[in-house]
């Protein structure tokens, strides 16, 4: 399921969106995420917004599979070289597809119920000892933003204990808070997760 609102909320700010960039928690994040990755691994980017996190694994010499609702996203990230298509977390359904699959801040779009059961189609997604980058902001419930999109909202306990409980390992996590597209600072937990090696 995707919130139309969420989307038209992109679609409308798709630039100033990539004119952000990579902030400097991200491109650590990416980092620990690429170190953990075998050489020329399959990634799934999930929310692929405008490609740069795509295209920054590709030039490591990844191959990256980018998926996004938003359609001036998917049309970003192909002019910048990213395999992407226009898709929901519900076109989740590969078995065993991927070594990586980075989920950055896509995820709290969700309806809150539904959180689980995509986490579920992630880790079906990954090969053995394929490696999870989540990133979600931190808190309780469903609301919207100032620019009325909409998020939910978990603790990072909550989302730890749904990895484990999926059978992954946690192997690195980080919290903070950052100003994003609305401008408010808002706390996040960015977990990093490994799948059985002998899935």
């Given at each position: ?60 010499g990844h191959r990256v599979d980018g998926i996004d609702a938003t359609p001036a996203f998917v049309d970003a990230a192909v002019s ?120």
């Amino acid at each position: 399921m995707s919130d139309d609102k969420t989307i038209s909320v992109y679609e409308t700010r798709a630039e100033s969106y990539a004119g952000m960039g990579i902030t400097p928690t991200q491109a650590e994040a990416l980092e620990v995420f690429t170190a953990a990755l075998p050489a020329a691994a399959d990634i799934l980017d999930l929310g692929c917004g405008p490609g740069l996190h795509a295209r920054a694994m590709m030039e490591l010499g990844h191959r990256v599979d980018g998926i996004d609702a938003t359609p001036a996203f998917v049309d970003a990230a192909v002019s910048r070289g990213v395999s992407a298509q226009l898709g929901t977390f519900d076109d989740i359904t590969a078995h065993d597809a991927y070594d990586g699959i980075w989920a950055s801040f896509s995820l709290l779009h969700a309806p809150r119920a539904e959180v689980p059961r995509h986490l579920r189609a992630l880790a079906h997604a990954l090969r053995p000892g394929g490696v999870l980058f989540l990133g979600m902001k931190t808190g309780e419930g469903e609301a919207r933003d100032g620019l009325g999109r909409h998020y939910s909202y978990f603790t990072a306990e909550e989302l730890i204990a749904m990895l484990t409980g999926l059978g992954l390992t946690l192997t690195h996590r980080v919290d903070g808070a950052e100003p994003g597209l609305a401008g408010t600072h808002d706390p996040f937990t960015l977990l990093h997760a490994k799948a059985p090696d002998d899935a």
